[in-house]
């Protein structure tokens, strides 16, 4: 099925429940035909909370005042081992752009990992960073990288970021990654101040055309003590529609079910899944340190330990007839 701008465009905004019901339909066919009834599932480390970046959407934005952490290398291997017991092939390390984390100290945890668990395949989300340093990371051994592009319109990505920011650079990072030969992962809030059906259309085809292998999408939640801390929350109907979506044009995606729209709708992940999303990452980090990785208000902390988050998630899929393998998950 392909569809034309006027489709997504009706399918976007249509109130119409038969037509959004055939699309969540159209999805999981889809979705199915590539990779059968499965979710794959990724552990989440999120290894430190500082940030030198100010983006305005962003509970650890430099300008909030809060409590901020990084883990040592020993706390992310033992992450690693609890969650490989729980059946975990893909760790995913992620952080705010933390100049601590030097190239050296990630390969060197990178290259860990790698040793200590040959079978899993490694995730970096640590924001921008320079060529050079992507390849180094790519040859201590790292498989993947999540850099969500935020937004495919210029004009609304200098709303959402400061001026020292780029749109240029950010895709820049996005080009540089792939020719390194990383699986990659892109993606947007759905609800984000200043977004209209026309920066979606951007989206949709910012996406259609590069073709990451992973596609990051969750409504926006406004977060304490930044600048849209009153904004409304994204909605969490319309981030359904565009996973579908994507799911239909990029039929191999890796779409995960996010954490903010769990956070949104106690089922949100599964009603994600039943619109052609087939990933889920449950956290992995260490039970203290989970509060304080705020991105945005009420953020998601099922279960205190790894081993519920795991169970949790596993229960849920379950459900609603969705098996979890012990697998990496690869882009097929
Ligand atoms: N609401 C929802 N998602 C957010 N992110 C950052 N702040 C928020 C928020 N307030 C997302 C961004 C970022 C990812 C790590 O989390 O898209 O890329
Ligand atoms: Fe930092 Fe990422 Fe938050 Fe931006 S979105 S302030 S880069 S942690």
Same mark, same amino acid.
């Given at each position: 099925?392909?569809?034309?701008?006027?489709?997504?465009?009706?399918?976007?905004?249509?109130?119409?429940?038969?037509?959004?019901?055939?699309?969540?339909?159209?999805?999981?066919?889809?979705?199915?035909?590539?990779?059968?009834?499965?979710?794959?599932?990724?552990?989440? /480390?999120?290894?430190?909370?500082?940030?030198?970046?100010?983006?305005?959407?962003?509970?650890?934005?430099?300008?909030?005042?809060?409590?901020?952490?990084?883990?040592?290398?020993?706390? /992310?291997?033992?992450?690693?081992?609890? $969650?490989?017991?729980?059946?975990?092939?893909?760790?995913?390390?992620?952080?705010?752009?933390?100049?601590?984390?030097?190239?050296?100290?990630?390969?060197?945890?990178?290259?860990?990992?790698?040793?200590?668990?040959?079978?899993?395949?490694?995730?970096?989300?640590?924001?921008?960073? $320079?060529?050079?340093?992507?390849?180094?990371?790519?040859?201590?051994?790292?498989?993947?990288?999540?850099?969500?592009?935020?937004?495919?319109?210029?004009?609304?990505?200098?709303?959402?970021?400061?001026?020292?920011?780029?749109?240029?650079?950010?895709?820049?990072?996005?080009?540089?990654?792939?020719?390194?030969?990383?699986?990659?992962?892109?993606?947007?809030?759905?609800?984000?101040?200043?977004?209209? /059906?026309?920066?979606?259309?951007?989206? /949709?085809?910012?996406?259609?055309?590069?073709?990451?292998?992973?596609?990051?999408?969750?409504?926006?939640?406004?977060?304490?003590?930044?600048?849209?801390?009153?904004?409304?929350?994204?909605?969490?109907?319309?981030? +359904?529609?565009?996973?579908?979506?994507?799911?239909?044009?990029?039929?191999?995606?890796?779409?995960?079910?996010?954490?903010?729209?769990?956070?949104?709708?106690?089922?949100?992940?599964?009603?994600?899944?039943?619109?052609?999303?087939?990933?889920?990452?449950?956290? +992995?980090?260490?039970?203290?340190?989970?509060?304080?990785?705020?991105?945005?208000?009420?953020?998601?902390?099922?279960?205190?330990?790894?081993?519920?988050?795991?169970?949790?998630?596993?229960?849920?899929?379950?459900?609603?007839?969705?098996?979890?393998?012990?697998?990496?998950?690869?882009?097929?």
């Amino acid at each position: 099925m392909s569809f034309s701008s006027s489709d997504i465009e009706h399918l976007l905004t249509t109130s119409d429940p038969t037509a959004v019901d055939d699309l969540f339909a159209e999805a999981c066919r889809v979705r199915d035909a590539v990779y059968g009834r499965l979710v794959f599932m990724r552990g989440l /480390i999120e290894i430190t909370s500082h940030c030198r970046n100010n983006c305005l959407y962003c509970g650890l934005r430099r300008d909030v005042q809060c409590r901020r952490y990084r883990l040592s290398e020993e706390q /992310i291997l033992d992450c690693c081992s609890i $969650g490989h017991r729980l059946g975990f092939r893909t760790f995913v390390l992620q952080g705010g752009e933390d100049a601590w984390f030097t190239d050296e100290r990630v390969c060197h945890i990178v290259g860990a990992i790698r040793s200590r668990f040959p079978d899993c395949a490694i995730t970096l989300s640590l924001g921008e960073r $320079g060529r050079e340093s992507f390849a180094r990371l790519k040859e201590a051994g790292a498989d993947r990288y999540l850099l969500r592009h935020e937004t495919a319109d210029p004009d609304h990505y200098a709303l959402l970021h400061p001026a020292e920011m780029s749109f240029a650079h950010r895709m820049q990072c996005l080009r540089d990654l792939r020719d390194l030969g990383y699986q990659v992962g892109a993606g947007f809030m759905v609800g984000s101040p200043g977004q209209s /059906i026309a920066t979606l259309m951007k989206d /949709i085809e910012f996406i259609d055309t590069f073709r990451p292998e992973m596609v990051g999408i969750g409504p926006f939640i406004p977060a304490a003590g930044t600048p849209f801390e009153h904004r409304p929350a994204g909605s969490v109907e319309l981030t +359904l529609r565009l996973l579908a979506i994507i799911r239909i044009i990029h039929p191999h995606v890796l779409l995960p079910a996010t954490s903010a729209l769990g956070t949104l709708h106690p089922q949100g992940r599964e009603r994600a899944i039943a619109a052609g999303a087939n990933v889920v990452m449950p956290n +992995l980090s260490p039970q203290d340190t989970r509060a304080l990785y705020s991105i945005y208000n009420n953020k998601l902390a099922t279960g205190s330990e790894a081993a519920e988050s795991a169970a949790d998630i596993r229960a849920r899929m379950a459900a609603i007839g969705m098996q979890v393998p012990t697998a990496r998950g690869d882009y097929q």
